[in-house]
C-alpha cells in the first residue's frame, strides 16, 4: 500500500517535472527567438545607418560639386559679362554647365527625399528597436527568472531523481521480498493441499476403522451371545445327561432288584415244587 | 505478510490435527487387532462349545437308548414277576 502511494506521488512529481521542463523549453526557445530577431533589425538599422551616413556624404559632395560648379558658373558668367557676349563655345559650356547643374539639383532634391525616407524608415526602425529592447529587457528579466527557476528546479529534479533512485531500489526490494514471500506462500499453499489431502485421506480412514470397529463390536456381541446360549444349552444337555444317568441307575437298580426278586421267587418255586 | 502468517498458523494447525488424527488411526487399528484376537477366541470357543453339545447330546441320545432298552426290560420282567407269582 505505501509502495504504491509512493509510486502515485513519483508518477505525479515527474508529470510536474516534465510540465516545468517544457515551459521552460518554451521560454527559452521564444527568447532565442527574439534575440534573433533583435539581431536581426540591429543589422538592418546598421545598413540604414550606414546608407544615410554614404548619402549625407554623397549629398555633401554634390553640395560641394554644385557650389564649385555654380561659382565657376558664377565666374564664367562674370568672363562673358566681360567679354561682352563671349564666344559661342563658351555659351554651349555655361548652358551644358546648367543643364548638369539642373540635373545635379534634381538629383539632389531626389537623393534629399531619399534621406527623408531613410531617415522615417530610421525613426521607425529605431522605435522598433527601442520596443524590442525593452521587449529584450523584459525577456532577459523572464530569462533570469526563469534560470533561477530553472536552478531550483534543477536542484528539485535532482532531490527528485534520488529520491526517486531511493524509491526505486525500496520497490525493488520489496519486489524481490514480495517474490521470496510469494515462493514461501506458493511453497505453504503447496503443503497445505498435500496435509489437507492427507487428513481428508486420514478422515476416511478413520470413517472406514470406525465402521468396521462397529461391525467388530456387533459381532463379538453376537459371538458372545452365542456363546452364552451354548454355554446355557451345554449346561441344559448336562444336566439332562446327568438325570439321564441318574434314570439310568435307577433303572439298572430296578432292574437288579427284580432280578433278584426274580430268582429268589424262581428258586422258592423250584424248592416249593421239588 | 498477514496472509503468509496465517497460511503458517493454518499449517501449524494441520500438523496438529494430522498428529491427532494419527494418534486416532493407532487407536482405532489396537482396538482393532484387540476385537479381531477376541473375534478369533470366541470364535474358536464357540468352535467348542458345539462340539462339546453335540458329544454330550449324542451322549444324552445314547442314555436315552440305555434307559429306552432298560424301561422295556424293567416291564418284561415285571410281567415276567407277574407271571410267575400267578
Known amino acids: ?274 | 505478510m498477514g496472509e503468509l502468517s496465517g497460511l503458517g498458523l493454518e499449517l501449524k494447525e494441520m500438523i496438529g490435527l494430522i498428529g491427532r488424527q494419527q494418534d486416532l488411526i493407532s487407536s482405532l487399528g489396537e482396538k482393532g487387532a484387540l476385537l479381531d484376537e477376541r473375534k478369533e477366541t470366541l470364535s474358536k470357543e464357540v468352535e467348542d462349545l458345539r462340539n462339546n453339545l453335540n458329544a454330550v447330546s449324542s451322549e444324552l441320545t445314547k442314555a436315552n437308548d440305555i434307559i429306552q432298552k432298560l424301561q422295556e426290560e424293567g416291564s418284561q420282567l415285571s410281567r415276567k414277576l407277574k407271571t410267575q407269582v400267578k
Open chain 1, 1 to 274: 500500500m505505501t509502495l504504491c502511494l509512493q509510486e502515485n506521488i513519483l508518477s505525479s512529481q515527474d508529470a510536474q517535472l516534465k510540465a516545468k521542463e517544457e515551459r521552460l523549453t518554451q521560454t527559452s526557445a521564444a527568447l532565442n527567438g527574439a534575440s534573433e530577431r533583435v539581431a536581426k533589425l540591429e543589422g538592418e538599422l546598421e545598413a540604414v545607418k550606414q546608407g544615410r551616413e554614404e548619402m549625407a556624404v554623397r549629398i555633401h559632395e554634390l553640395e560641394e560639386s554644385l557650389a564649385t560648379k555654380e561659382s565657376m558658373i558664377t565666374y564664367l558668367s562674370k568672363q562673358v559679362i566681360d567679354s561682352e557676349g563671349g564666344s559661342k563655345q563658351m555659351i554651349q559650356e555655361i548652358a551644358l554647365l546648367r543643364d548638369g547643374n539642373s540635373k545635379l539639383e534634381a538629383e539632389l532634391v531626389g537623393m534629399k527625399c531619399d534621406q527623408e525616407d531613410l531617415e522615417g524608415r530610421l525613426k521607425v526602425a529605431e522605435d522598433a528597436l527601442a520596443s524590442k529592447e525593452t521587449a529584450i529587457t523584459q525577456l532577459n528579466k523572464k530569462l533570469e527568472e526563469s534560470e533561477g527557476l530553472s536552478k531550483l528546479m534543477s536542484h528539485e529534479i535532482q532531490v527528485l531523481r534520488k529520491n526517486n533512485t531511493k524509491l526505486d531500489a525500496d520497490y525493488h526490494e520489496k519486489q524481490r521480498a514480495l517474490g521470496s514471500l510469494a515462493g514461501k506462500a506458493g511453497g505453504l499453499e503447496t503443503e497445505l493441499r498435500d496435509k489437507t489431502a492427507l487428513i481428508a485421506r486420514q478422515q476416511e480412514l478413520i470413517a472406514n476403522l470406525g465402521e468396521k470397529g462397529a461391525q467388530m463390536e456387533s459381532r463379538k456381541e453376537s459371538l458372545d451371545r452365542e456363546v452364552d446360549d451354548l454355554k446355557m444349552r451345554l449346561r441344559d444337555v448336562n444336566s439332562e445327561f446327568g438325570k439321564a444317568n441318574e434314570i439310568i441307575r435307577k433303572l439298572q437298580e430296578d432292574g437288579r432288584q427284580m432280578t433278584h426278586k426274580l430268582k429268589c421267587q424262581v428258586r422258592h418255586l423250584g424248592v416249593d415244587n421239588s
